[in-house]
């Protein structure tokens, strides 16, 4: 089974933009979507990005997601930054072999 | 609306058993891949087991043998029936369809 390596934690001040990537370990990123979710402390995930760069709706048009196969990672990246996306930050993605498969997560501090 | 409901959680002792229900509202949990994820306190997101819209299921190699995924159709409601359960089973478990939308979770404690 494949693996996906996020960085631990991020910050960046409101206002800015921060991308958190999502690097698979083996196989093509480009081969299975990728899906990113966001947890507040206390809360459930909820989904901001899906099917590599879908938005749910509801999901601010300031979060996108894309993937970069000569990298084979996936990132999601936030713009004009809010202290309400202070989150922990997860991504996922699957193959014929595994059916979910989640990265570590990723702390962003918004400070 | 969608809505994913969980309930069932509780404290339960080593080798005991427990079943988790997750009730949806706004779509049909037959016609979707369903999952189950976990969180222990302080962890990240583990993924449990999935149920495809065609009926196969799936399982992390943690829980296999142990754990089962079903669906009542008639109900529109997803289970988790977890058994032989050990310390390293407590958890927050989340029902979800899958990349889409998110139950609020259930904690279970298994401690004696």
């Known amino acids: 089974n494949f693996m996906l390596t996020q960085p631990h934690s991020v910050s960046e001040s409101p206002g800015k933009t921060v991308t958190i990537s999502c690097t698979r370990s083996?196989?093509?990123?480009?081969?299975?979507?990728v899906q990113w979710y966001q947890q507040r402390p206390g809360s459930a995930p909820t989904t901001v990005i899906y099917e590599d760069n879908q938005r749910p709706s509801g999901v601010p048009d300031r979060f996108s997601g894309s993937i970069d196969s000569s990298s084979n990672s996936a990132s999601l990246t936030i713009s004009g930054l809010k202290t309400e996306d202070e989150a922990d930050y997860y991504c996922?993605?699957?193959?014929?072999?595994?059916?979910?498969?989640f990265g570590g997560g990723t702390k962003l501090t918004v400070l | 609306e969608v809505q994913l409901v969980e309930t069932g959680g509780g404290l339960i002792q080593p080798g005991g058993s427990l079943r988790l229900s997750c009730a949806a509202s706004g779509f049909t949990v037959s016609s979707n891949y369903m999952s189950w994820v976990r969180q222990a306190p302080g962890k990240g997101l583990e993924w449990v087991s999935v149920?495809?819209?065609?009926?196969?299921?799936y399982y992390a190699d943690s829980v296999k043998g142990r754990f089962t995924i079903s669906r009542d159709n008639s109900k529109n409601t997803l289970y988790l029936q977890m058994n032989s359960l050990r310390a390293e089973d407590t958890a927050v478990y989340y029902c979800?369809?899958?990349?889409?939308?998110w139950g609020q979770g259930t904690l279970v404690t298994v401690s004696s």
């Open positions: 149920i495809y819209s065609g009926g196969s299921t």
């Open positions: 996922q993605s699957y193959d014929s072999s595994a059916p979910v498969v």
């Open positions: 979800a369809r899958v990349n889409l939308n």
């Open positions: 083996s196989g093509s990123i480009a081969s299975n979507y």
